[in-house]
Every structure is written in C-alpha cells, then in structure tokens.
C-alpha cells in the first residue's frame, strides 16, 4: 500500500515545536533556532524522499501497472520487427550520397597523404 506524501505523524514535528523552549532553557542565543529547525527539516525531507523512493520502485516494478503501459505503446516499441527497419532503410537511401561523397573527401584529404608518404 501506497503511503501519503506527507505520512508523519504529529510527534515528528514535536521536536520543531519545542526548540524554542529548550533553547530557552539551556540560555542558549535565539539565533540557534533556525539552524536546529533547519536541520530536524532537512532530516524529515530525507525520510520523505526515501519514502518516495521506495514507492516508485514498487510502482515501477508492478507487473499489474507495466501491463497497462504495454498497451498503449506503439508496435515499434517492443516489436523490432516492425517499421524500424523500414525507417532506417529509407533515411540511409536519402543520406548515402552525402556521406559517400564526405567520406571521399575525407579519404582524399587525410588518408591519401598518409599512404603517398610511406
């Protein structure tokens, strides 16, 4: 089962609520406030975002939810055998002139010396 986004309970953001008054009691400087709260945050963004990990990888890999994707995918997609080679066949016919004719002057220019000289 899928947790909420937020599933915390109010007892994780007791600690937010009572900085205030332990930094109070320890006569510590106010400005402690801020970076304490900052990082309690921080640590419960690193539980949400573990949580949300850990979510999508069981969505991800739900044979149920992969199922339904497949359906909706072209042909291309999973069978090789369709298009594709039909597409790629006629762009290499459209594009075989220009690169025969690149391809020979690359030969002519950078090769050929080469070959003269040994």
Known sequence: MLQG???????????LMLL???????????LWVLPLAFIWLSYLHNIKM???RANALKLASDPATLG???KHLPAWFYDSDVERSAWMTAVLQKMWTAVSGMTEKI?????QPVLACA
Do not use: E
């Open 20 to 30: 205030p008054y332990m930094i109070a009691y320890l006569r510590l400087s106010a």
């Open 50 to 52: 573990r949580r949300d």
């Open 107 to 111: 030969v002519m220019t950078y090769v």
């Open 5 to 15: 986004t937020w599933a915390f309970t109010p007892l994780m953001f007791l600690p």
């Open 68 to 70: 339904a994707i497949m």
